[in-house]
């Protein structure tokens, strides 16, 4: 693959496929072109720590959502006689919430998935603004390779009690009246 300068910061990028200079954002077409964004370093920078802290507080949020609302159902399926009973007699029922349940599951894998990828990126181009050194943000420095299982693992594990609750209330192994 080629590499050419990039006009306004002489770095090299790879071209083709692209079209601007992932450090300053410039069109690589155009020898002529300058930036035109007023940010300088420290802007980026400090935007992109809040957009990293951002984005942890939103997926930590949406781990202690999915966990509680998991743990709503798993509550309502062994403490309401009603809904067992409906699942029960009705098996289209059960077999329609274990299909949306599975749905659910498998977007909050690929929100999960986006987000820790969206951060990467965003950790990419701060470190890439050589702003201060790496030890000043550790924490933002590095997410760890299987990071994505501490978000999918527990959610996971709580799909699998509530499918297998749902099948058991459906098949009748768990009875619809507890004693």
């Known amino acids: 693959m080629a590499k050419i300068k990039c006009a306004e910061c002489s770095k090299p990028v790879d071209s ?3 079209v601007l200079c992932p450090e300053c954002e410039i069109s690589l077409n155009d020898p002529q072109a300058k930036s035109t964004f ?7 920078f400090e935007l992109g720590i ?3 802290k951002e984005y942890y507080a939103a997926i930590e949020m949406r781990l202690a959502a999915t966990l509680t609302f998991y743990g709503i159902i798993i509550g309502w399926l062994l403490t309401s ?4 009973t409906a699942l029960n007699a009705r098996g289209l029922l059960a077999l ?3 299909l949306a349940l599975t749905i659910g599951f498998i977007l ?3 929100n999960i998935l986006h987000w820790l990828g969206r951060w990467r990126y965003i950790r990419g181009h701060v470190i890439l603004l050589n702003h201060m050194e ?3 943000y550790t924490r933002y420095e590095q997410i760890p390779p ?3 299982l501490a978000y999918i693992l527990p959610v996971g594990l709580m799909y699998v009690l509530i499918l297998g609750l749902l099948i058991g209330i459906a098949k009748g192994w768990v009875p619809a009246k507890m004693s």
Do not use: F, L
């Not at 007023?38 to 980026?44: G, L, P, W």
């Not at 006689?81 to 067992?84: L, M, Y």
């Open 16 to 18: 083709p496929p692209a």
């Open 38 to 44: 007023k940010a300088d370093n420290k802007e980026r």
């Open 50 to 52: 809040g957009m990293m």
């Open 81 to 84: 006689e009603g809904a067992r």
């Open 96 to 98: 329609v919430a274990g």
């Open 108 to 110: 909050y894998i690929w």
């Open 134 to 136: 790496r030890r000043y």
């Open 146 to 148: 299987r990071t994505w």
